[in-house]
């Protein structure tokens, strides 16, 4: 009975959202008292109010209450944070391992960003419908610079990967045929140098998931 009147304030319905310090210690009082249901409905609840919060507010309680299910989705929002959006707080709400690694990824994506900005994929085979290979290559070249580049290396809001693919087939394309565009187009969503940020991204967050979290026995 006492466990139940003690929980019962987090299922009883209230208007606006639990502050993080409210979440957290209900997740300390789960794990003090080994209440594995009420544990996993307050999960439930960070995970479905999560955008009210700062990723590294959500990084913190994943990593101090062994929460592996709120860690990805935290660090990925990181990971898209520039760092100078970052204060004092925050980074000692990290941790030392979690901020380096932040920072390792960061530049790292920024070098492979440039890159994929500064090296078109080329039109190897032109499709049957092309009736000038060379001023397609020419303005396809053109193009990427003109558009995907820009998107990617904006200097006031670079795009994600995917926004940017998203912008870039809405411009006009000039000589290059249509064939040859939805080619081009079918091999940047197949392509390595575009799936490479995700799989770097999610190889670092498991890491440091593995690394920092112990997870808890009640979930």
């Known amino acids: 009975m006492l466990l139940k009147g003690l929980a019962k304030p987090f299922y009883r319905a209230r208007t606006g959202q639990y502050t993080i310090e409210e979440l957290a210690n209900f997740l300390h009082f789960c794990d003090m008292y080994q209440c ?125 990967y995917r926004e940017a693919v998203k912008r870039f087939k809405d411009m006009q394309f000039g000589r290059v045929s249509g064939g040859c565009k939805e080619l081009m187009f079918k091999i940047i969503g197949e392509g390595a140098a575009f799936n490479h940020a995700d799989r770097f991204v999610d190889k670092a967050c498991s890491r440091l998931a593995e690394k920092l979290i112990f997870e808890s026995s009640l979930v």
């Open 36 to 160: 594995s249901h009420t544990r996993k409905f307050v999960v439930s609840r960070i995970q479905s109010t999560r955008y009210h919060f700062h990723p590294a507010q959500l990084v913190n309680l994943a990593i101090q209450y062994n929460t592996s299910a709120l860690f990805p989705f935290a660090f990925k929002r990181l990971v898209d944070t520039p760092i100078t959006q970052l204060t004092a707080q925050h980074r000692e709400l990290l941790g030392n391992d979690v901020f380096t690694t932040l920072v390792y990824v960061q530049a790292a994506l920024e070098e492979h960003r440039r890159i994929v900005a500064a090296e078109e994929p080329k039109i190897l085979m032109h499709t049957s419908d092309c009736q000038d290979p060379v001023g397609c290559n020419e303005d396809w070249h053109a193009i990427w610079w003109n558009g995907m580049a820009r998107f990617l290396l904006d200097g006031r809001n670079p795009q994600p």
